[in-house]
């Protein structure tokens, strides 16, 4: 079992720089692909960035490919996503999860609560 709690969402204007932080509980945490998603108003859940369980693999959305950075740090048990250069189309609900190596959503076992961000044009 994990358990994940974001932070570190907020306000932040055009071309503006973000962190944001996922504690993870749990024995298991570096056992485990993490990723990151969001959910903006009205559209489906989206892939952001993932990371391998030692940490040594990422791939990212294309959308996000340059901007946005992913590491993790398994002795504090906590993933980070470094997000420059924002875009006010990057506003929405971000989440961490934890599950295999993959894209889709479906198949990520454990979920944060979520942290908003939102980018102001």
């Known amino acids: 079992q994990v358990q994940l709690v974001e932070s570190g969402g907020g306000l932040v204007q055009a071309g503006g720089s973000l962190r944001l932080s996922c504690a993870a509980s749990?024995?298991?945490?570096?056992?485990?692909?993490m990723g990151w998603f969001r959910q903006a108003p009205g559209k489906e859940r989206e892939f952001v960035a993932a990371?391998?369980?030692?940490?040594?693999?990422?791939h990212y959305a294309d959308s996000v490919k340059g901007r946005f950075t992913i590491s993790r740090d398994n002795a504090k048990t906590t993933v980070y996503l470094q997000m420059n250069n924002l875009k006010p189309e990057d506003t929405a609900v971000y989440y961490c999860?934890?599950?295999?190596?993959?894209?889709?959503?479906?198949?990520?076992?454990?979920w944060g609560q979520g942290t908003q961000v939102t980018v102001s044009s």
């Open positions: 999860a934890a599950g295999p190596w993959t894209t889709r959503a479906e198949q990520y076992a454990y």
């Open positions: 749990g024995r298991t945490f570096s056992s485990y692909v």
């Open positions: 990371i391998s369980a030692r940490g040594s693999n990422t």
